[in-house]
């Protein structure tokens, strides 16, 4: 039995829908459902009486603690998070909230449920046997120059925006925890995923989707900013290695050493986009392309150094960003009702408050 938090967003549902795929070990799912949690994204685990879901925070120490004493997991692998960095530029608060204090809350619940586990020996999970994972991201190492070689996990941290320095705190504290506690924590720092289930808020799904509907595309600033791309469960596959095989306390960064300009990506939505669904009017989606006004304090290049997980515990990526970005661009427009129901609450309201007046 595992407990994964966040596990109705983007990547955690991903990861409990590939560790099916792969197990037959048990998961409780601890998920707050906010504006990005979907239980949608969980509907093909109706019924499994392998997976437990529970609505709840991981800012509540009471609550982890009593599904850590109820479950006796053999390790939790923390995704819970707010994820967005314009939100997080519009509204802190909440990624302060969560990010920093509830991972804080959530590790003190799991130090006390780990020193009451037997030490070593005797059936289930004991205090050797026991895994903290925490999911971390590449935007805690800040920006890179054109020519700087990409994060390795020695680089130093530098975070620009509240959300990289919320998620920077929490790494911190994770890497505390072991230290002085000895708790037998994982970190990983992944570079940008994609996939299916990702929120349309994202630069690769907002692009598919406002493509679709006539929109307009927006770019931010000049669009040459990089990201380095991962498919989402290329994403999974290395955190379930890392979990397997990792080094206690140790760091591991994750990437497909797939470094993107912005607008080379919305190219290549355009160009699936009018081989899979041509527009009406036979014109390319390029036209929708519109240039706004840059992100504060914008990153201009990520590149992971993936090569310390690749050597130490043999994980490479399956997918190329073509074969991964056209199934993706196909889940999009094979799952419209997903994302109809996904923007019909809280994120359409939010979207009208924060960008009334600017493409969208
Ligand atoms: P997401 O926003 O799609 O999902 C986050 C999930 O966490 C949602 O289901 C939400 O309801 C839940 N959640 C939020 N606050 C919570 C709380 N207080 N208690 C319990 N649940 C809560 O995010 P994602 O893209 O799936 O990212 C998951 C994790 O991976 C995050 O920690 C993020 O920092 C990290 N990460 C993301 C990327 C990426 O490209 N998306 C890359 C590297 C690392
Ligand atoms: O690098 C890992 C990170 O990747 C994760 O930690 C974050 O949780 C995840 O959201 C993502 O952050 P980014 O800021 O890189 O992702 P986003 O999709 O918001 O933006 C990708 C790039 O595209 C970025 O340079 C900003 C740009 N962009 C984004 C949006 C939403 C646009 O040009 N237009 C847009 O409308």
Not at 170 to 184: E, N
Request: proline letters at 5%; aromatic letters at 10%.
């Amino acid at each position: 039995m595992i407990l994964v938090t966040g596990s109705a967003g983007f990547i955690g549902a991903n990861f409990v829908l590939d560790w099916f795929a792969q197990h037959d070990e048990a998961v409780v799912s601890l998920d707050k459902l906010t504006y990005a949690g979907n239980l949608e994204n969980l509907a093909s685990l109706k019924g499994n009486p392998r997976h437990i879901f529970v609505q709840g925070d991981i800012g509540d120490a009471q609550l982890v603690g009593k599904l850590l004493a109820e479950h006796r997991p053999r390790a939790v692998v923390n995704f819970a998070a707010e994820s967005h960095v314009d939100r997080s530029i519009l509204g802190p608060g909440d990624f302060i909230q969560t990010n920093i204090v509830g991972t804080f809350h959530l590790l003190e619940a799991v130090r006390a449920y780990w020193q009451n586990l037997p030490p070593s020996a005797g059936g289930g999970v004991t205090r050797d046997s026991f895994r903290f994972l925490h999911v971390s991201t590449d935007e805690v190492y800040g920006s890179l120059a054109k020519d700087e070689p990409a994060f390795s996990e020695t680089h130093r941290y530098e975070p620009n925006s509240p959300y990289s320095a919320s998620k920077a705190a929490s790494d911190h504290l994770v890497r505390a925890y072991h230290h002085t506690y000895g708790l037998p924590v994982l970190t990983t720092n992944c570079s940008n995923n994609y996939g299916p289930y990702h929120f349309p808020e994202k630069l690769i799904p907002l692009m598919i989707v406002n493509a679709l509907a006539g929109k307009a595309l927006p770019v931010y600033g000049d669009g040459q900013q990089i990201r380095d791309w991962l498919y989402v469960r290329d994403h999974c596959s290395a955190i379930r290695r890392v979990l397997e095989k990792g080094r206690l306390g140790e760091v591991y960064n994750v990437g497909g050493w797939n470094e993107k300009a912005n607008l080379d990506i919305v190219h290549t939505v355009c160009a699936l986009l009018d081989e899979l669904r041509p527009r009406p009017d036979g014109k390319s989606y390029r036209e929708q392309i519109t240039f706004v006004t840059d992100r504060p304090g914008h990153d201009r290049r990520y590149a992971i150094d993936a090569r310390k997980i690749e050597r130490e515990l043999g994980w490479k990526p399956a997918e190329t960003f073509e074969t991964g970005i056209r199934k993706t661009v196909q889940w999009y427009l094979d799952n419209q009702a997903w994302v109809s129901n996904v923007q019909s609450g809280s994120y359409r309201l939010w979207v009208e408050k924060n960008y009334a007046g600017r493409a969208r």
